[in-house]
């Protein structure tokens, strides 16, 4: 059997302390199942930065082009690098040239973890973000004008095209159907913005023609939000754009009380690229170094990971022994234990 | 006593039912505290625009322009007429033509009110949200090119200019200033959002100079929309563009549980134009005629526009009827009451 090649990058400050663990329990998950896998570590990050002046070298593509997947930690050290330069110049990168249209993100009310709101149960809450990653909000262009002055302002424009819009509603869409409720929630706001969201709006309808057996509504963002606090239980799969699925994919885990440990797929559906998985949280360098990081975000994006290589029951035996640990400890501090990020990277391990 | 001139917009929908009460309980106010007000009722809304094909007659500006307020209920009915034809042509237009350029909203736990947030206790949440209410992601300009083709894509521009970051950025500023905690926290998204958003970061930097006395801090919109959810108490006046305060203004209430009533006062600081003080809920034509929706938005952005006024007691006692009768009832449906619309405003008007 060949092996699956995947490119490791840990990245800065607590990225470099939850990877091995990530690996660690996809490798026991690997083992149990006899898949092969073939890990390659790259050492892009700020601190390569500091070293070569750019956050990968100029091959970086030829390098993980044909790689199966990413297993990405976390990029970025403020103090040190400016955010624009690490994020624009390796998460984003990939994101955009590898053509990662889809960031698929779970909002899952786990055992074991207390949601901030009042009387939410495991089971009650579970459903997924598709939130667009190429274009949009993030579009990066657009400039200053009349600058020092009195007159001065900036333009910033989000691009919303045919082909990029509908391949991700698309796959919301299909990811519904596949799913007991079918129920699909499109994020607008098209009562306030109005040419791109009009836009999206459109484009939900027609798209959804292809689909009569899926339900589906729409919000605008700010009610839509608000019911994330209101009845987080309603929602089944949420479409978005890229900002407003920024905004959801960090709403959403607040609400289940999992924003330490939710994972995200950055998927390019057609494989033709590599897709990348990595936590949600950032690479948090003000704890780095105490080993109290949870590592269970790098290790559920590894279950995504195992999920998309097309081992299905590998993946869920990696959620299974997530949900395991978080129901019967050891627990990092983050959730009121004493145990280090390698105390639950093995326990995690030993379940699998 | 020169009376105070005051436009009365019920609008459509629970709007024409929550107005009353609003009347009643400022009537009730301004008896007690001598203020002569004089309420000039306009019927424009969307029964005007069926008749009128218009949501306001053309010479509306010279009609309400020297008015010292606007008190305005909800306008739309998307059944019967879009909504960006009704707020476009309305509210929305209120805002940019009378140059509302702050939009103030409270979000604080009142009692009785159950807030949907584990262990939050009234005086735990108490917190403004500016809010940018003319330009950035509201902007209106863009198109669509390529149409109905493959290649079709739109273009939403936000425009950030100088002077529209820096007065509102300013009112913040000056706000914070007043308050106990003097604590301001700016919304951005400037590792994603690549010109507009450095560049409130920058501006909201530079006008910080001249209050060195308040405490600052930022949040991306995602994290910052994660952390109203995880620690509400944690805010004081939160800053924040015209989309991103949209956002935390709908947010914030319904972490306080009172998305039904907060209240919403788009404000011209320098006075030049009128102000207009509306609740936050919509229309709500589902529930229009059955006399159950709760007058309290109303109510309470009639507080607010009684402080414009230069009343500060008047306005307080108007929110402490406001407490008194969340506390001891009456109660709306939406509150877990039987009590009708006009069962509130009647009690709220005795107390004060
Ligand atoms: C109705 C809509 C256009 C409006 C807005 O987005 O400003 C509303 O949500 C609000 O917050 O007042
Ligand atoms: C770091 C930042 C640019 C990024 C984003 O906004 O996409 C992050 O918030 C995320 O959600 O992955």
Redesign the pocket.
């Known amino acids: 059997m060949k092996a699956h090649k995947i490119a490791v990058i840990a990245g800065d400050g607590i990225g470099k302390e939850v990877m091995p663990e990530g690996l660690r329990c996809i490798d026991a998950a690997a083992r149990k199942h006899g898949i092969a896998i073939q890990w390659d570590e790259f050492d892009w990050s700020c601190d390569y930065y500091l070293k070569h002046g750019t956050m990968m070298p100029a091959d970086w593509k030829a390098q993980i082009g044909n790689h199966d997947a990413i297993f990405f930690g976390a990029v970025g050290d403020p103090a040190r690098v400016p955010d624009h330069v690490s994020?624009w110049g390796s998460?984003?990168k990939f994101r955009r040239e590898f053509d990662q249209y889809v960031n698929l993100r779970p909002a899952r009310l786990m055992p074991g973890v207390k949601s901030p709101l009042v009387g939410r149960e495991p089971g009650d809450i579970d459903f997924f973000i598709v939130r667009e990653n190429t274009e949009g909000e993030y579009s990066s262009i657009g400039g200053k004008m009349f600058a020092g002055t009195e007159r001065e302002f900036v333009v910033q424009e989000s691009i919303f095209t045919r082909i990029g819009v509908d391949r991700v509603i698309r796959f919301a869409y299909q990811l519904a159907q596949r799913r007991d409720k079918k129920h699909l929630t499109s994020a607008t706001k098209s009562n306030g913005i109005s040419i791109s969201m009009p836009y999206w709006d459109e484009r939900f309808a027609a798209i959804g023609e292809e689909f009569p057996d899926v339900r589906t509504d729409k919000f605008h963002i700010d009610i839509l939000t608000a019911n994330f606090v209101r009845r987080p239980d309603y929602f089944d799969v949420v479409v978005a754009s890229n900002l407003f699925g920024?905004i959801l994919?960090d709403l959403g885990p607040a609400c289940t009380g999992t924003i330490a440990i939710a994972p995200?797929a950055n998927l390019n559906p057609e494989r033709r690229f590599p897709s990348l998985f990595e936590p949600?949280h950032?690479s948090a360098p003000d704890i780095y170094g105490q080993q109290i990081a949870n590592p269970i975000g790098q290790i559920w994006a590894g279950s995504m990971m195992l999920d998309h290589l097309g081992y299905p029951q590998a993946a869920a035996d990696v959620l299974r022994a997530i949900e395991t640990v978080l129901a019967e400890g050891p627990h990092t501090p983050d959730l009121g234990g004493k145990a280090k990020t390698g105390d639950l990277g093995k326990a995690i391990a030993e379940v699998i």
């Open positions: 994020l998460l984003l920024d994919s995200s949600v950032g």
